[in-house]
């Protein structure tokens, strides 16, 4: 089975300032590796997928996210972050076999102050 | 082109009704994948629907059950509603490959008193 933990439920920052979301997954097989955005009252949206290749993975709204397979990590930061990045992050894995579902982490909540 | 859309909004029901949610997914996706989203339990899968066959279940007990039509819309129905089924479901759109991004609608606030 799978699991995925994000150690913070709520990382404040001031407007401008680097931020790094941890996640941290657990599994016997490969997995596909994505981060997800929730602004209130709305659904998910994809920030970007890890799927094979360059750990370093670009998405959007100047995100960026580095797989670490030796410490089962999928961080995602952003060097400035700015008052509309206050969101809810997910973390999310699936095993690339026949069948789409994702196992989420329990969220971060990203507060940027002014 | 259209996103997912999922109906109604919003959802005040009674313990012991039942309820059922519709999902309308993008134009040309044929997976629907349910989540259910609560502040103790977070996102959790409910199930997934593939070209109208269950593909994959998660851990839910059978008031939770599901289908899909030939357009590919879906609709999950929750049967003697508790008061612990009060949560935001979310439905996801793909074209079913899992290598390829899941959309999400908006969700269904289900309250039940």
């Known amino acids: 089975a799978q699991s995925v933990t994000q150690l913070d439920s709520q990382v404040p920052v001031f407007e401008e300032a680097p931020v790094e979301l941890r996640c941290n997954y657990s599994?016997?097989?490969?997995?596909?590796l994505f981060w997800y955005v929730q602004y209130p009252n709305q659904g998910l949206q994809l920030l970007l997928k890890y799927l094979s290749g360059s750990t370093l993975v670009k998405g959007i709204n100047g995100f960026e996210a580095e797989f670490n397979k030796s410490q089962t990590s999928f961080h995602l930061r952003k060097p400035s972050v700015h008052i509309s990045d206050t969101a809810e992050y997910f973390c999310?894995?699936?095993?690339?076999?026949?069948?789409?579902?994702?196992?989420f982490g329990s969220g971060t909540r990203l507060l940027v102050r002014p | 082109k259209a996103g997912v859309t999922q109906t109604p909004r919003y959802l005040i029901k009674t313990r012991g009704q039942q309820v059922t949610l519709s999902c309308s997914p993008i134009?040309?996706?044929?997976?629907v994948s349910w989540y259910q989203q609560t502040p103790g339990q977070g996102l959790q899968f409910l199930f997934e629907?593939?070209?109208?066959?269950?593909?994959n279940k998660g851990n839910f007990p059978g008031r939770f059950s599901g289908r899909q039509f030939s357009n590919s819309r879906s609709e999950m129905n929750v049967s003697t509603l508790e008061l612990g089924d009060s949560a935001l479901y979310l439905c996801?759109?793909?074209?079913?490959?899992?290598?390829?991004?899941?959309?999400f609608g908006q969700g269904t606030r289900l309250t039940v008193v």
């Open positions: 134009s040309g996706h044929r997976s």
């Open positions: 999310a894995v699936s095993v690339p076999d026949s069948s789409y579902k994702l196992i």
């Open positions: 996801a759109s793909s074209d079913g490959t899992v290598n390829t991004e899941a959309f």
């Open positions: 629907y593939f070209s109208e066959t269950q593909r």
């Open positions: 599994s016997s097989v490969s997995v596909y």
